[in-house]
């Protein structure tokens, strides 16, 4: 009996018999579930040691919304997702809460509650998380209007936060725009003395509505779309939605194009990892280093460069495939540049870890335990700095990854040296991954995409992830048999990070935050995409 | 007068210090802003500073779509920046929206209605030669202003 | 212990200079760059470009022609004209203009430094002439779509009609959608008439 049956038995004893499956792919299942047993199947997908991915709600028009709830067990022998809907109402959309169950419901409830208007009862703090705070209530049932200018100019200053937090101890503001912090956000730190004593976080400051445009443009013109979601990690969204797309019509892409794609997000990582050294660098004050870094970097950029016809946005991954190849002369380029940089990388990484001044602003500060990672849901090099050996291209291989060697790099530490010792040996692996994807490309012949893309049916879904510099980027996209999607959900790996830094942020002294802030790389323009629901009921669909 | 007026518009000019507002866009063009300060492109060859300070800032660059909630912090931070002050609007979303730009209930651009726009600099994201150039035009324009 | 693998590196790197010649020399920018899109005499004005266009960079828009060859040339030929705008300030420069256009009219060139005062400073326009209806003289398609378009027809449709279509074509092709359906029976062109 594999792993999914015994899910899915259990699930079926849970909800009361009721339970109603299907599956879409071997590692794929969705249940709906009755809306009243929410909490008792959490509790038993918690059991089998599964994680909170992400919340999604589809809009189903007047029949109301489906809340569904995307699990992902990382210890099965197997790669397996479980998706349980349950359905709402339109006229009083209310549901349990299960964040009183795990904290990784917490973000992504308040989200869904201010997007679509759901009550999700028994949260503990239903503040807006996204849109102002003085955005009207309950945006779901007409706040936000189509093509309306409406909303609130009011300024960071209409942030509140909870009293209780501070307990009468001293409150400093830092944002929206702050010299500590790069993007913008606002802090509340709560301090006693020199020590942080709470965290609160209100991102939402670039939240540019994309989920809500995807939907209103074909699936060609989102691939762009959803590649300025960040800048950073372009290359992994487009990877995420093309396969997403991908998976809806079942399309096989050929092997060159798989090649080409690991390629890019291997660059990618070099690219965005090296990006957070230089950043982490600038904060410790080492700026010899910073410029170093700087300096070698632009050797990736000048990759993708040359490569794709972009440094930042390279536009590589269409549906069905690639756009443009990496043969003959630009191979050899490619190859002649990796090895220039992996010599780099070796020298940048060497001193770094071996500078006794970045040691001792790293150590023991910012600690997260891996129970509290386990607990928090957090992904990517901030779960392996913490001993949770998860990575998406070896628990859910996609692309080529499943060919390619590589080891996961994890550290049991959980502190800031520990996340960067992490992402100095995945800089290693990924320059291994990046020479192998290109062997493979000069032992393959063939096309870089798909003949065609077939049309998809009302009602397809896929749910689709890779691991992105930062972690696992879950991409959920629902077909409605028209070439614009239904629904293009995505959850970016800074938003399970992102309220990681309540727990990290605790007990450190005020002058090492920005470093502890910037040493689980948050990246804000990731957090703060997502869509509000229009008013009223969604036509074209019955 | 006029000799003092023409020093400092000389010294000005040849040190800008440079205000940097992410305002909601990709992060895109923040990098490449970031490149720009590297080795490679080295903007303090021009004798700017990128320093987040708007006390004693001379040129403000901003970037992104300015969603909502920004834009009262963002109008407030660019009004404490002392005339006589350069206002780039860098990359498309801070040009025009951009991609973002349409039925969109968030954002707030072009940031020309939003602020006084000096200089664009337009690009998804513009290269850092492209934003150098922007720069060294915009000190040009300082000069010009505080005549 | 300390490593020296960093003042190595340095001690490497002294004398060799990282910084570009910006603005005096302008590295070349390589064969694969994306800068701006530039329109070739080749446009007939399909427009699959503005409908691909993922920011809606590329905009159409007909524009009048008021003044003709004067009185005694009678009505204009072309009674209107195409304006093509691709809107720099908006362009995301991703190639998928040049990916549709099925001409090969639209190329993404070398040029990126657009820094104005003005945003829409650097904007591309390209005019292309409208055909007008053959009955009731009004504009409806681009003349060289419909040119290129008549030669696709001929080309792909099966051989055993191809005499029969070629032979049709003049007689409704510069006719709008409207008068065509109108006077079809007249035209004589059913598919009945193919099989």
Redesign the interface.
């Known amino acids: 009996m594999s792993i999914k049956d015994r899910v899915l038995e259990r699930l079926a004893e849970a909800s009361g018999g009721t339970i109603q499956g299907y599956d879409r792919g071997p590692s794929r299942a969705y249940v709906r579930i009755p809306k009243g047993k929410v909490g008792d199947v959490a509790r038993t997908l918690i059991e089998f040691g599964a994680r909170l991915s992400a919340i999604s709600v589809v809009d189903l028009g007047h029949r109301g919304f489906d809340v569904v709830y995307h699990h992902s067990l990382d210890q099965a022998e197997s790669p397996l997702m479980i998706s349980a809907k349950a359905q709402v109402e339109r006229e009083e959309p209310l549901i349990e809460s299960i964040t009183p169950l795990t904290p990784q419901a917490d973000w992504a409830e308040r989200e869904m509650a201010e997007m679509y208007g759901i009550t999700f009862r028994g949260h503990p703090d239903l503040r807006h998380l996204i849109l102002p705070p003085d955005w009207s209530k309950g945006s779901g049932s007409g706040a936000v209007q189509e093509g309306a200018a409406v909303g609130t100019e009011g300024g960071g200053e209409g942030v509140r936060l909870p009293r209780d937090l501070m307990k009468g101890k001293a409150r400093i503001p830092v944002g929206v725009y702050h010299p500590m912090l790069i993007e913008p956000v606002y802090f509340a730190l709560g301090v006693d003395g020199e020590r942080i004593t709470g965290v609160d976080l209100k991102p939402g400051f670039a939240h540019r509505g994309i989920m809500k445009l995807a939907e209103e ?1 074909s699936y ?2 989102d ?3 959803v590649e ?1 979601v960040c800048g950073i990690c372009s290359a992994s969204h487009t990877a995420a939605y093309c396969k997403g797309v991908e998976m809806l019509g079942g399309v096989e892409i050929p092997d060159r194009a798989r090649y080409i794609r690991t390629f890019m997000c291997e660059l990618e990582r070099i690219h965005s990892h090296t990006l957070w050294l230089a950043i982490a660098m600038d904060l410790i004050g080492f700026d ?2 910073l410029m ?1 870094i700087l ?1 070698e970097r632009e050797r990736v950029l000048d990759m993708r ?6 440094r930042i ?1 390279t ?1 590589m991954s269409k549906i069905g495939g690639v ?2 190849d990496i043969s003959g002369d630009a191979l050899a380029k490619a190859r002649a540049s990796l090895s220039l940089l992996g010599d ?1 990388v ?3 990484s ?2 770094v ?4 001044l970045v040691r001792r602003r790293l150590e023991g500060r910012g600690v997260l335990a891996a129970r509290d990672a386990m607990r928090l849901g957090v992904v990517g090099p901030v779960a392996r700095g913490s001993g949770v050996p998860m990575d998406v291209r070896k628990s859910d291989p996609y692309d080529a990854y499943s060919e390619v060697s590589f080891g996961i790099a994890t550290r049991t530490e959980g502190d800031s040296l520990a996340r960067t010792e992490v992402r100095l040996d995945e800089l290693a692996e990924s320059l291994s991954i990046c020479r192998q994807c290109l062997d493979r490309l000069e032992g393959t012949a063939g096309p870089i995409a798909a003949e065609e893309v077939p049309e998809f049916d009302d009602g397809a879904e896929a749910l689709s992830r890779v691991e992105a510099p930062r972690g696992e980027l879950l991409y959920y996209i629902v077909s409605n048999g028209t070439n614009q999607p239904a629904l293009v959900r995505i959850r970016t790996p800074s938003f399970m990070n992102n309220p990681a830094l309540s727990t990290i942020l605790k007990g450190e002294t005020f002058a090492d935050a920005p470093l502890v802030i910037g040493s689980i790389d948050p990246c804000l323009s990731c957090t703060d995409r997502i869509e509000a629901v229009r008013q009223g009921i969604r036509s074209g669909r019955a | 007068m006029d000799t003092i007026r023409a020093i400092r518009s000389f010294s000005r000019a040849k040190s800008p210090w440079i205000l940097h507002l992410p305002s909601g866009g990709c992060n895109g063009c923040d990098i490449e802003v970031l490149a720009c300060t590297g ?4 903007i303090e ?1 021009f004798g700017c500073l990128v320093r987040q300070n708007p006390r004693f800032a001379d040129i403000v660059i901003v970037t992104g779509a300015v969603p909502c909630h920004l834009k009262s912090s963002l109008k407030r931070t660019v009004e404490k920046v002392p005339d006589p002050k350069i206002v780039i ?1 860098l990359g ?1 979303c801070a ?5 973002f ?2 039925r969109n209930y968030s954002i707030r651009t ?1 940031l ?1 209605s939003i602020l006084p726009v ?7 994201p ?2 850092p ?2 934003i ?3 720069i ?2 915009s000190v040009a ?1 300082l000069r010009e202003k505080s005549l | ?3 020296f ?2 003042l ?3 001690l490497r ?1 002294l004398g060799k200079c ?3 010649g ?2 005096d020399v ?2 070349p ?2 064969p ?3 800068g701006r899109p530039e329109v070739s005499e080749d446009c007939m004005g399909c427009q699959a470009c503005a409908e ?1 266009c ?3 960079a590329i905009r159409t828009e007909p524009r009048d022609i008021t003044s003709c060859g004067g009185a005694d040339a009678g009505p204009a030929k072309f009674g209107t004209r195409l304006v093509l705008t691709v ?10 203009c040049q ?1 549709v256009c099925p001409k090969e009219a639209v190329k ?1 060139g070398g040029c ?8 829409s ?2 904007d591309l326009r390209r005019e292309v002439a409208l055909a007008a209806c053959g009955v009731c003289g009004r504009p409806f398609a681009p003349r060289g779509q419909l040119e290129w378009v008549g030669l696709r027809v001929v080309d792909q449709i099966d051989p055993s009609v191809r005499d029969a279509v070629k032979a049709d074509l003049p007689a409704y092709r510069d006719l709008c959608p409207d008068c065509r359906r109108t006077i079809s029976i007249r035209l004589n062109t059913h598919t009945e008439k193919y099989i």
């Open positions: 443009r060609t013109r691939t762009f779309l300025r010899s280093m170093m300096r460069e040359e490569i794709s016809g972009g946005t536009g756009r443009r780099a070796a020298s940048i060497s001193a870890r071996s500078d006794p | 080795p490679r492109y080295d060859r609007a498309d040009c025009t929206g951009g991609i730009s349409g072009p020309g000096d200089l664009y600099v337009p690009g998804c513009p290269r030669d492209a150098l150039s922007g060294i035009r324009l | 212990m300390p490593s693998s960093l190595a590196r340095s790197n990282a910084t570009s910006f603005p302008r590295e920018t390589p694969r760059f994306r691909q993922p920011s809606g809107e720099v300030a908006r362009c995301l420069f991703c190639g998928r990916e993404l990126y430094d657009f820094s104005t005062q003005h945003p400073g650097f």
